[in-house]
């Protein structure tokens, strides 16, 4: 019934296994891929015909992560797996970013990718192999796939690269860095590394080139036993219409592209295609071609005549040479109640920069495969439709701000304080009010700069810059800065983040078969000098954090109780700590282990919250002085409540400086008092006596009289 094939192979100290044959058997690829003991099933299925009014790839890349793979149940209220969470929104954009430029050209059949783990080990992380099945699975399916392609995960622990770091040993790497290619060349880079130098990432991208190999033999030894027919891709021969349009209109997309505003190079092109439109579809005659193939010869021409100026004459499109920055302006401090704000805009791109510090209650709680866990520190990107000109629907938060956002958050984490000694919870937004190359950087450099103006105690100012490529045959150029016309147009998108010791974060997309090492080199050092630059222009705004939180942040102030304390401090059913937030309007945070968190943006409230949760937990010591309330009035004296729930009998002898008939001349029930601890009474109960003390100065009322212990 089944036809299963296999292929086996030791891979980082680990088995991988990948199997087809008998699962998901009418996809047009199933690969089943174990790694360790985590299981993950790719499936891929084209349409028969080509998609009618595309000009486009029109690849869909899913991966989803089942809470039976961990032995879990999904928590909320309807118990099942809801809408993409960021993991694996960021996993399928993974996926996607190295295949699709592996299709061959002219492909338009609907083609899905459908990735499922089905279970995970708590060692090996699904992400990567979910690359490898999704590599495997297309390579099967015979779909025009031009790969297969590898990918590994590299570590660096001890100055030593590591193979698909276990996430055990992932807490004491330096580099989180996933890799996918070819047999000859990388296609992608995605990567978080502790300020390491330029020399240590490329090798790490080499290492990881290196060592999936085996893993692209694999496949390829499965696709001889299984692999589908592959199915055929019509091309049309366009040089006839290529050679019509240029002699039509190469001079004016060449003066289009020699615009430097975006605007009024946009409405040159546009009026430069109307032209082409116009002569090819003349009113009333008979169209000799689809509209839909000159469009598309047109954006090639585009794509022509801005790679050969670049490669001709070294000018690009505003006439910039290859390595200069566009001018920056950075301004911190720009929105007068936000706890930390920066403006930073670098040419036609601008990023306005939001810091807010939380408290533990603002914590974001995240259900991940693994378990739940608690992250402090969060970063949202927006990108509305005025930042490019363009009118749009505002609705839920796409793929691409997500891994826009997550790409900052990766460059900034490493220079961040610990939470211990920084117990505040941080979350940055960028609104992208402008946009033409590269917001995702404009996003690091200015959340560097709102989080120094809200005082926070960053290692060192972060910046980032977008390198581009062009390269023909054998000649190449790498661009520092790239405009977006530059990206879309370019061969590589490359993305540099770090301080001025080192890289906090690589990505790298590739639209063409790959790049080689010697490429990569010369990108990373020509980063490596705009980094510093922009860093430069970003010091003229602030070089270090604020030595003061924001007039609106929240001061948090941190110690430890007790463990067997921390029950008293709540209170049955939180009675006594809502009580403590109610009316002292701080927040409170108790942990396992004893750690109270206390904030507010009032000095005085924090300080009422913390002396009355020792009052509490701590144990009252002798000669001290305590706010007291009178609770009762006896004839022998008073009881006075002090330090939370204790009381003490304060003597009628001990209470004034005269002799006191009555116990009420004095004091009466609900009135403040200071005490004096004095002592506690000779059986070891928690029985008190107190002596009354000048409410304003704290003096003895009376020194002399004689200590009684306190009633039962």
Known sequence: MFNIQTVELDWGGRPLKLETGKIARQADGAVMATYGETVVLATVVAAKTPREGVDF???????????YAAGRIPGGYFKREGRPTEKETLVSRLIDRPIRPLFAEGWRCETQVIVTVLSHDMENDPDVVAMVASSAALTLSGAPFMGPIGAARVGFINNEFVLNPTLDEMAETQLDLVVAGTNNAVLMVESEAKELPEEVMLGAVM????????????????????????????????????KEMLGLIEPDLRAA???????????????????????????????????????????????????????????????????????????????????????????????????????GEDEQYVDALSGTYKETFLLHYNFPPYSVG?????????????????????????VLPPHHEFPYTLRIVSEITESNGSSSMATVCGSSLSL??????????????????????????????ILGDEDHLGD???????????????????????????????????AKDGRIHILGEMAKALTTARAELGEYAPRIETFKIATDKIREVIGTGGK???????????????????????????????????????????????????????????EFGAFVNFFGSKDGLVHISQLAANRVQKTADVVKEGDKVKVKLLGFDDRGKTRLSMKAVD??????????????????
């Not at 590589?492 to 997309?509: H, I, N, P, R």
């Open 57 to 67: 790839l029109p690849l869909t890349v899913d991966y989803q992560e089942k809470t």
């Open 452 to 481: 120094m103006d809200a005082g926070v105690p960053i290692k060192r100012p972060t910046a980032g810059i977008a390198m581009g490529l062009i390269l023909e045959g054998s000649r190449y150029a790498v661009l520092s800065d």
């Open 257 to 359: 592209y020699a615009i430097p505003i975006k605007q009024q190079r946009y409405a040159a092109v546009d009026a430069a295609k109307a032209k082409v439109m116009a002569h090819f579809f003349p009113e009333g005659a008979e169209p000799r071609f689809d509209k839909l193939r000159v469009a598309g010869v047109f954006k090639e021409l585009e794509a022509k005549i801005v790679r050969w100026n670049i490669l001709d004459t070294g000018k690009r499109i505003d006439g910039r040479d290859l390595k200069t920055v566009r001018n920056i302006i950075a301004e911190a401090g720009v929105l007068p109640r936000a706890h930390g704000s920066a403006l930073f805009t670098r040419g036609e791109t601008q990023a306005l920069v939001v810091t807010t510090l939380g408290t």
């Open 576 to 634: 006594v700590i809502r009580e403590i937030v109610e009316k002292t309007g701080a927040k409170v945070n108790i942990e396992d282990d004893g750690t109270v968190k206390v904030a507010s943006s009032d000095g005085e409230s924090i300080r009422a919250a913390i002396n009355w949760i020792k009052s509490i937990a701590s144990d009252p010591e002798i000669g001290h002085i305590y706010d007291g309330t009178v609770v009762k009035v006896m």
């Open 492 to 526: 590589m998108d490359f993305k540099v983040a770090g301080t001025e010791l080192g890289v906090t974060s690589l990505q790298m997309d590739i639209k063409i078969a790959g790049i080689t090492e010697e490429i990569m080199k010369v990108a990373l050092g020509q």
């Open 390 to 414: 363009e009118t749009g629907r505002l609705g839920g938060t796409k793929r691409r701000e997500i891994g826009h956002g997550k790409l900052a958050w990766r460059a900034l984490r490493p």
């Open 207 to 242: 290492f990881g080139h290196k060592h999936f190999q085996p893993v692209i033999e694999a496949i390829i030894k499965l696709a001889e036993k299984a692999a589908k027919e592959p199915r055929e891709v019509t091309t049309l021969d366009n040089e006839a219409i290529e």
């Open 695 to 712: 409410q304003t100065t704290g003096e003895d009322l009376e020194a002399k009289a004689k200590v009684e212990p306190a009633a039962e």
